[in-house]
């Protein structure tokens, strides 16, 4: 179980329609896939989005990262020293989602040499999560039709609505439309990706008051410190912190602070050792979790919904895991599929992401 070689393969996929929100706007999967080969002939894999607006990397970053610093600390550790790894990576600040690759390909490459599923290894709590379906910016009725169709096709019935834009009406008529539209059965949540003031913010609330809501995740920004902790002690609904809260560091200066009630994991940038520290701490504060999207393909997807099943409280609200539905294709070989509302976990060794070697090879931008 010996690491001999990682590998960081940039990929680009189009998305068949762009997804846009208050911090940025996605028109193509720009991804890494990363691999990471152990002397036994096993090959873990993960996928790792480049979120510049969130997290500052990009793609030709993440492979520059893991081909330099990341693959020549790693190799010659066993994938049981992932400690060792995570500290050796830690010596290089920020770069979340490469070393969340790097740490989830090791997990899927240890399941597949125990022949057990990440999930398994992880907590084995459940197989399947219900989906949480994200929609973009875009005008009322298109957003409603969209949810409709999500509704209708894979029995989707929990929506996040992307807010933050100027005038909060523009937002605020959105979900009250989806909420009209699809009636009281569905579970609405909005997210305002740090696009709003605390002012802004509170009076958008104070308009959807009546639209029973979920959650507000990160309508304002976290270094707002004051304006944010006075908007959350308003709030009736759990506020999500999701890119303010990266480390379980962040995550206690958030909630302790007054300026968050519940946090979002996201395998993408915290991957399975690190999101595992996320969760206990979710679990000793007593707070409600999502698992967020990071704007992940299906292998990022496979990653997200192996760690939320794994346990009981990641697997209790619906995950954020169809965005990947956006895209024009993937890189595997037999592609997921949503029904009645739910995404199972792949059986089978590791994450059971199998890459299909054409795709890889027509999508690949490295050669
Ligand atoms: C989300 O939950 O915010 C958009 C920006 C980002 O960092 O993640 C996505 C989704
Ligand atoms: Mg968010």
């Given at each position: 179980?010996?690491?001999?070689?990682?590998?960081?393969i940039?990929?680009?996929?189009p998305?068949?329609?762009?997804?846009r929100f208050?911090?940025?706007?996605?028109?193509?999967?720009?991804?890494?896939l990363v691999?990471?080969?152990?002397?036994?002939?096993?090959?873990?894999?993960?996928?790792?989005?480049?979120?510049?607006?969130?997290?500052?990397?990009?793609?030709?970053?993440?492979?520059?990262?893991?081909?330099s610093?990341f693959?020549?600390?790693v190799?010659?550790?066993?994938?049981l020293e992932?400690?060792v790894?995570?500290?050796?990576?830690?010596r290089t600040?920020?770069?979340?989602?490469?070393?969340?690759a790097?740490?989830?390909?090791?997990w899927d490459a240890?399941g597949r040499?125990?022949?057990?599923?990440?999930?398994?290894?992880l907590g084995?709590?459940?197989?399947?999560m219900r989906?949480?379906?994200?929609?973009?910016f875009?005008?009322?009725a298109?957003?409603?039709?969209?949810?409709e169709?999500?509704?209708?096709?894979?029995g989707?019935?929990t929506?996040?609505?992307?807010?933050g834009?100027?005038?909060?009406s523009?937002?605020?008529?959105?979900?009250r439309?989806?909420?009209?539209?699809l009636?009281?059965?569905?579970?609405?949540?909005?997210?305002?990706n740090?696009?709003?003031?605390?002012?802004?913010?509170?009076?958008?609330?104070?308009?959807?008051?009546d639209?029973?809501l979920?959650?507000?995740e990160?309508?304002?920004?976290?270094d707002d410190?004051?304006?944010r902790?006075?908007l959350?002690?308003?709030?009736d609904?759990?506020?999500?912190?999701?890119?303010s809260?990266v480390t379980?560091?962040?995550?206690?200066?958030e909630?302790?602070?007054g300026?968050?009630t519940?946090?979002?994991?996201?395998?993408?940038r915290?991957?399975?050792?690190?999101?595992?520290?996320?969760?206990?701490?979710a679990?000793g504060?007593?707070?409600?979790?999502?698992?967020?999207?990071q704007?992940d393909?299906q292998?990022?997807?496979l990653?997200?919904?192996?760690?939320?099943?794994?346990?009981?409280?990641?697997?209790?609200?619906?995950?954020e895991?169809?965005?990947?539905?956006?895209?024009?294709?993937d890189l595997?070989?037999?592609?997921?599929?949503?029904s009645?509302?739910?995404?199972?976990?792949?059986?089978?060794?590791g994450?059971?992401?199998?890459?299909?070697?054409?795709?890889?090879?027509?999508?690949?931008?490295?050669?």
């Open positions: 179980m010996k690491i001999t070689q990682v590998d960081a940039p990929f680009a996929i998305y068949r329609k762009p997804l208050a911090s940025g706007e996605v028109h193509a999967a720009e991804h890494v691999r990471v080969h152990t002397d036994d002939g096993v090959v873990g894999v993960a996928e790792a989005p480049p979120r510049p607006f969130t997290y500052g990397e990009t793609q030709a970053g993440i492979v520059a990262v893991i081909d610093l693959a020549p600390q190799t010659g550790l066993s994938l992932r400690e790894a995570h500290a050796r990576m830690a600040v920020g770069n979340p989602t490469a070393k969340s790097v740490d989830m390909a090791m240890l040499s125990l022949d057990v599923s990440v999930t398994e290894l084995g709590y459940t197989d399947r989906v949480s379906h994200m929609l973009g875009d005008e009322p298109a957003m409603v039709a969209e949810a169709k999500m509704r209708d096709t894979c989707i019935t929506f996040k609505v992307k807010v834009r100027r005038p909060v523009l937002d605020t008529a959105v979900v439309a989806l909420r009209e539209g009636g009281d059965a569905v579970e609405l949540y909005v997210d305002g740090r696009g709003w003031t605390a002012a802004e913010s509170a009076r958008a609330m104070k308009e959807m008051a639209l029973d979920l959650f507000a990160e309508l304002c920004p976290a410190v004051l304006g902790r006075w959350v002690q308003q709030l609904v759990p506020f999500i912190a999701d890119e809260a379980p560091a962040d995550v206690t200066r909630i302790l602070g300026s968050a519940a946090v979002s994991i996201k395998t993408a915290t991957g399975f050792t690190r999101s595992q520290r996320t969760h206990h701490l679990e504060l007593g707070l409600e979790v999502v698992m967020g999207n704007i393909g292998i990022g997807t990653g997200t919904v192996a760690f939320g099943a794994a346990h009981a409280l990641t697997s209790h609200r619906a995950g895991l169809s965005n990947f539905l956006d895209m024009s294709d595997l070989t037999e592609p997921l599929t949503i009645d509302g739910e995404l199972a976990v792949r059986p089978g060794a994450l059971g992401a199998e890459i299909d070697p054409d795709k890889l090879r027509h999508y690949r931008q490295d050669r």
